[in-house]
């Protein structure tokens, strides 16, 4: 079943293995143990990098360094000012380098090379956003407490924090944190996943270059079990700052509430798109395609639940089928291509299984359901799914692959109930040109993110998080740099003293 257009990978040359270190202290160095990861495209099947193997050992200096770089108070007591300079800088140098980094990120997670372009153009704006709010970051004072007292709430950098994040969105994702946390005068600890390291470790090249003194910024590679485990129990870390699935997000809460860290969880989503009989089809049809087959399904903010009214739904289902057939899948280099590899030959796995099951169960394959064999890397068919009933795996579970699950409706209640009945709360979109029905809608929907008659956009000044299992704190907006503060409370007494407790 033909179901997009098929783009074959071709040969990678003139690429040449890059071999990485990791950046502890302002050095760049190899894990302690010696040991080294190989990442094979998964386009390609080819090694393309290759990353120290850290383990606790490494994790264990990293961790000192971001501690004592920040005891000492070199980036802490900078100025607002100083620190906004250094992070116009590296956004400056990120711009420079924006061709080196999408050609790492489309090569070693898979993705289109035009579509890394944009997310690291978009890195390069919350950059910019957060040093704007590097010289902004500040707290509240009370001259309302009476003539002896003023109230100031300070807000002050919480300290180390280690952030973890996926292979997903590689550049994109350590970008939605660790500018705000330095922003706001914190050391960090960043461990990105390790099948898309390189984007990660160029960063540190560039903050190095941009004047992040040493210690403020390291960044340890390996395994989330290795080199990952540490960052969210050992004593010297103030906070946990984690992007990834939610049953490692469950892992890294409970091993922070040993030591009561504040834990900052983006996790996973199965996104309900609601659509009504009066919507604009021919921008929810496209929106629909993109919102599911976009980044090969592997996105939190996926679309992949479609609760469509039964007025609509057989012809927005076969409309959907048509457009998806003119995709372009396959290579990611190929700047025409718009769906790139699935991550891992074990990941594809997966996504089978659950299109085997859901048909089990009773849905129709529509379209795709297959892999896509090109004779190397690992491709997913784009996959549309009808007849699927709430109580699915398909329909509950998030799948992180090109399948798209199609329910039907009658009533705006029924909409919202199904909407609602899964774990998940990350994202959400509601399409009608009533907006009335837009906002009853979405107000009802637990969602951290409603898109209404539009999906997936967004800007650095909009917060972004999850309901429920989807997550904790909101990454960007104010909220993204204050999330990396503590508040302090200044009770100050003016003047002579009125009452003492104790009279001679
Ligand atoms: P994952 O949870 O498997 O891994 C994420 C990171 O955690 C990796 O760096 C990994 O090495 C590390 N890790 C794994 N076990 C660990 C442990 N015990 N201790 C410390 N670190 C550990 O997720 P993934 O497969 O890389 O990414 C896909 C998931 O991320 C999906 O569920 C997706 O929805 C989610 N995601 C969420 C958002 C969001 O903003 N809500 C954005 C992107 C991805």
């Not at 080294?36 to 990353?51: C, D, M, N």
């Not at 970008?175 to 005068?185: V, Y």
Request: aromatic fraction near 6%; include cysteine.
């Amino acid at each position: 079943m033909v179901m997009a257009v098929l783009v074959a990978p071709k040969l990678l040359t003139g690429f040449a293995v890059r071999d990485f270190k990791m950046l502890i202290n302002g050095e760049w160095v190899a894990a302690l143990e010696g040991g080294v990861l190989e990442r094979a495209a998964p386009s390609h099947g080819v090694t393309v990098s290759r990353y120290p193997e850290g383990t606790k050992a490494d994790a264990e200096r990293a961790i000192a360094a971001a501690r004592q770089s920040f005891d000492a108070g070199g980036w802490v007591n900078k100025t607002g000012a100083e620190r906004s300079n250094i992070l116009l800088k590296a956004a400056d140098l990120i711009e420079s380098r924006a061709e080196e980094l999408s050609l790492l990120d489309a090569i070693e997670a898979g993705k289109p090379i035009s579509q890394v372009r944009g997310e690291i153009a978009g890195a390069v704006d919350i950059w910019r956003y957060a040093a704007a709010l590097a010289r902004d970051l500040h707290g509240e004072s009370y001259n309302t407490l009476g003539d002896g007292t003023l109230g100031v709430v300070l807000r002050e950098a919480i300290g180390v924090v280690s952030m973890i994040t996926p292979w997903n969105f590689p550049f994109l994702i350590v970008s939605q944190k660790l500018p705000f946390a330095l922003a706001a005068g914190c050391s960090c600890v960043v461990k990105p996943s390790e099948l898309t390291s390189g984007s990660t470790l160029v960063l540190g090249e560039i903050l190095i270059e941009a004047g992040i003194p040493a210690g403020v910024v390291n960044i340890i590679t390996g395994t989330g079990a290795d080199a990952g485990a540490l960052l969210s129990t050992h004593a010297d870390v103030d906070m946990v700052s984690f992007t990834g699935s939610t049953g490692v997000g469950r892992l890294i809460m409970a091993n922070a509430a040993q030591g009561l860290k504040k834990v900052s969880l983006e996790l996973g989503g199965k996104n309900p798109q609601i659509v009504f009989p009066d919507a604009d089809l021919d921008a929810f049809i496209d929106a629909a395609v993109f919102g599911a087959y976009f980044n090969a399904g592997e996105c939190c903010n996926a679309g992949s639940r479609l609760i469509l009214h039964k007025d609509i739904a057989d012809d927005v289902v076969s409309r959907i089928a048509a457009l998806s057939k003119k995709v372009k899948l396959g290579d990611p280099l190929d700047p025409q291509t718009q769906v790139g590899a699935i991550i891992s030959p074990q990941h594809l796995q997966k996504i089978s299984t659950y299109i085997s099951g859901a048909s089990q169960a009773g849905a129709t394959v529509v379209s795709g359901g297959g892999i896509v064999d090109f004779g190397a890397g690992h491709f997913m068919e784009l996959t549309l799914l009808s007849d699927v009933t709430a109580d699915m795996a398909v329909a509950r579970e998030e799948v992180f692959g090109p399948v798209l699950s199609v329910l039907t409706f009658e009533t705006a209640e029924e909409a919202i109930h199904i909407a609602n009945s899964i774990d998940y709360g990350l994202s959400a979109s509601v399409w009608s040109r009533d907006f009335d029905t837009c906002l009853t809608v979405g107000r009802k929907v637990r969602a951290g993110t409603i898109w209404m008659n539009t999906f997936m956009d967004g800007a650095p000044e909009l917060p972004f998080g999850g309901y429920r299992q989807s997550g904790q704190g909101r990454e960007l907006g104010r909220h993204a740099v204050e999330d990396f503060t503590e508040t302090k409370t200044l009770n100050m007494h003016i003047g002579s003293r009125k009452t003492l407790w104790v009279c001679d």
